[in-house]
T-cell receptor
Framework: ETGVTQTPRHLVMGMTNKKSLKCEQH?????MYWYKQSAKKPLELMFV???????ENNSVPSRFSPECPNSSHLFLHLHTLQPEDSALYLC??????????FGSGTRLTVV | GENVEQHPSTLSVQEGDSAVIKCTYS??????FPWYKQELGKGPQLIID?????GEKKDQRIAVTLNKTAKHFSLHITETQPEDSAVYFC???????????FGRGTSLIVHP
């Protein structure tokens, strides 16, 4: 365990479903992130929360909706996804701008 | 914005050999350079980092070197072992920024 826990580890959902990914960090960090990792592509930043305020939204489609209720928890709400959204979704945390601690990710398959 | 190039994309070595992965960056203001290791089924893990006021840093079998003038930095792994097999990512980040720019990754395969 890295101190960043993501659930579920695997998720299969239909294009009309609504689901949520959860991330929890036990490190006392003040920034949390969502990244998308697809095969043959670099890591793609989706959202950044710094002190619970969203500070970055990297042109992510509105079918992805983040929520950060407190500095330890981060959610990614999913609805009406497309097959090309299938990927590994990684959560990370950091203290200020230091190196990231990543979770193990959620492997999402959209059918 | 910052652009990070990483080479090679795949590196195959025999156990006991050394492995070197190289990255170049474009923004001379970048001052923090972390390296991550991602094993199968896991998220990336920070293994070593270097700041722009240092030219080299070592941690047991791994070392990172930084050449600010040429804007490149490298990861060196000596005496490679099969458990070093993973994908390695470099990154570069500017001062005060929360957001690093990642390289595309190098798949390192260590043959027993």
């Amino acid at each position: 365990e890295t101190g960043v826990t993501q659930t579920p580890r695997h998720l299969v959902m239909g294009m009309t479903n609504k689901k949520s990914l959860k991330c929890e960090q036990h490190l006392g960090h003040n920034a949390m992130y969502w990244y998308k990792q697809s095969a043959k592509k670099p890591l793609e930043l989706m959202f950044v929360y710094n002190f619970k305020e969203q500070t970055e939204n990297n042109s992510v489609p509105s079918r992805f909706s983040p929520e950060c209720p407190n500095s330890s928890h981060l959610f990614l709400h999913l609805h009406t996804l497309q097959p090309e959204d299938s990927a590994l979704y990684l959560c990370a945390s950091s203290q200020d701008s230091e190196g990231y601690t990543f979770g193990s990710g959620t492997r999402l398959t959209v059918v | 914005g910052e652009n990070v190039e990483q080479h090679p994309s795949t590196l195959s070595v025999q156990e006991g050999d050394s492995a070197v992965i190289k990255c170049t960056y474009s923004d001379s203001a970048s001052n923090y350079f972390p390296w991550y290791k991602q094993e199968l089924g896991k998220g990336p893990q920070l293994i070593i980092d270097i700041r722009s006021n240092v030219g080299e840093k070592k941690d047991q079998r791994i070392a990172v070197t930084l050449n600010k003038t040429a804007k490149h930095f490298s990861l060196h792994i000596t005496e490679t072992q099969p458990e070093d097999s993973a994908v390695y990512f470099c990154a570069a980040r500017g001062e005060g920024s929360y957001i690093p720019t990642f390289g595309r990754g190098t798949s390192l395969i260590v043959h027993p």
